[in-house]
């Protein structure tokens, strides 16, 4: 039992280690945070669109992907830039929090000048 338990132990040591090893990764192309707030915006706003459309979920994911694509285009990054960015901010709080209040900042501005 005992040994076990100390299996347990050192295999969640090594796990936290990993986590902390890839916490620590830098993305190669690193978006500020404010270019961060701007691709989550034009995503979002993506979205909208594509959900007001009412299409069959097939259609409506078809073409969310070509906004998508759209969108990263405008921002000079692919879709594994922009992955390893979300996870880099997200796994740093200070850092996801501002990302997350100048994206709602950026929307409650748009719906109060009525711009979408």
């Known amino acids: 039992m005992y040994k076990i338990l100390i299996i347990f132990i050192v295999f969640l040591l090594c ?7 890839k916490q620590n990764i830098v993305p190669e192309k690193l978006l500020t945070r404010d ?3 701007h691709v989550l915006v034009d995503l979002e706003l993506a979205e909208a669109a ?3 459309t009412n299409l ?10 070509r906004y998508e694509k759209q969108i990263f285009g405008k921002h000079s990054i692919d879709s ?6 979300f996870e880099f901010y997200m796994k740093r709080l200070v850092d996801a929090e501002y990302i997350h209040r100048g994206v709602l900042d950026s929307m409650l501005i748009r719906k109060n000048k009525k711009i979408f």
């Open 50 to 52: 594509v959900t007001m």
């Open 35 to 37: 270019q961060m707030v």
């Open 80 to 85: 594994t830039v922009y992955q390893q960015n």
């Open 56 to 65: 069959p979920n097939h259609a409506a994911i078809f073409r969310f992907k």
């Open 15 to 21: 796990s936290c280690q990993e986590d902390e090893a």
